[in-house]
């Protein structure tokens, strides 16, 4: 999901991508495509740009056409797998070669390209030669220059965040609340916790505890917003990668969130799925985060 205007916002179901414009608490259909989504992001001229399945050419829609194209935005011989443009206009994917396994077999990288597509930086090992990324599933970045990407490390979606310096060292990596020492959480924060696990019924507590990262996003204060997909607690961290704190959106009614997306005037959306057993629609919420 992704917000190029005030009211408009570009969705997927990773199948369908739809455009849609906000008319009070419904959506109209604008324009609909049927291709397979793995991210996307909106650039200053509000057009869309995407990946998609097996691809290693950036996919463009015109705000002005409509019509789908090719962008200069290219990684040779590698596969796309996640995109982020940057509010100077630079774009940021994620790539790999191979197949997709675990460990790791190929090549992972974080590219980052001009406005023309030139290639200026990419990302792949430590300072010690070791590869950092195992899948590369979300990226953002904040002012100060620091890369966010969601790293998904198995199967099940077990992941961590990796904080990557445009320099290239990794600053800080999180994985949820195993990070936490339960001595520093405060009397509020670990009463959600109690809550959610108990809510969660048969849920045992290192299945609660278990952090399966999505989707990262960059507020407008230059904070970090992450999502756990195994629970609805969303995770604050500063442009450093330190939590700041977490919360429990279940407990105003908001379940499974998958994604996020913030417009002009810094409203935030909240993307959620449902399970395939399901009869409820999906629903995206609007959001006041201060």
Same mark, same amino acid.
């Given at each position: 999901m992704t917000a190029c205007s005030e009211d408009v916002l570009w969705i997927t179901d990773l199948k369908i991508l739809q455009k849609v414009k906000i008319q009070g608490r419904s959506l109209k259909i604008?324009?609909? /495509?049927?291709?397979?989504?793995?991210?996307?992001?909106?650039?200053?001229?509000?057009?869309?740009?995407?990946?998609?399945?097996?691809?290693?050419?950036? /996919?463009?829609? *015109? $705000?002005?056409?409509?019509e789908m194209t090719d962008s200069k935005y290219e990684v040779e011989n590698?596969?796309?797998?996640?995109?982020?443009? $940057?509010?100077?206009? /630079? !774009?940021? !994917?994620?790539?790999?070669?191979?197949? @997709?396994?675990?460990?790791?077999?190929?090549?992972?990288?974080v590219i980052v390209m001009d406005r023309s597509g030139k290639h200026?930086?990419?990302?792949?090992?430590d300072r010690q030669g070791n590869p950092i990324f195992t899948i590369i599933n979300n990226i953002t970045r904040t002012? $100060?220059? $620091?890369?966010? !990407?969601v790293d998904t490390l198995s199967r099940d979606w077990i992941g961590r965040l990796v904080v990557l310096s445009e320099d290239g060292d990794v600053l800080n990596t999180f994985s949820g609340l195993s990070d936490m020492n339960t001595n520093e959480m405060s009397d509020s924060d670990s009463e959600s916790k109690s809550d959610?696990?108990?809510? *969660?019924g048969s849920e045992s507590e290192s299945d609660s505890d278990s952090f399966k990262p999505v989707c990262v996003i960059t507020t407008p204060s230059d904070n970090i917003i992450v999502s756990n997909i195994d629970s609805g607690i969303l995770f604050f961290l500063n442009s450093s990668g330190n939590l700041m704190s977490w919360y429990d959106i279940n407990k105003v009614?908001?379940?499974?969130? @998958?994604?996020?997306? @913030?417009?002009?005037?810094?409203?935030?959306?909240?993307?959620?799925?449902?399970?395939?057993?399901?009869?409820?629609n999906a629903k995206i919420y609007e959001v006041d985060i201060l």
């Open positions: 604008v324009d609909q /495509k049927n291709i397979e989504i793995l991210g996307m992001a909106c650039t200053q001229t509000k057009d869309v740009l995407f990946v998609t399945k097996e691809s290693s050419v950036v /996919k463009q829609i *015109s $705000n002005q056409t409509g590698l596969e796309l797998s996640a995109i982020h443009v $940057n509010p100077d206009g /630079k !774009v940021t !994917v994620g790539a790999f070669s191979g197949e @997709i396994s675990f460990p790791a077999v190929g090549r992972r990288v200026e930086t990419t990302y792949e090992y002012k $100060n220059g $620091n890369i966010f !990407v959610s696990a108990s809510d *969660s009614g908001i379940f499974n969130p @998958i994604c996020f997306c @913030i417009n002009e005037s810094g409203h935030t959306y909240i993307g959620c799925f449902t399970y395939e057993d399901s009869s409820d």
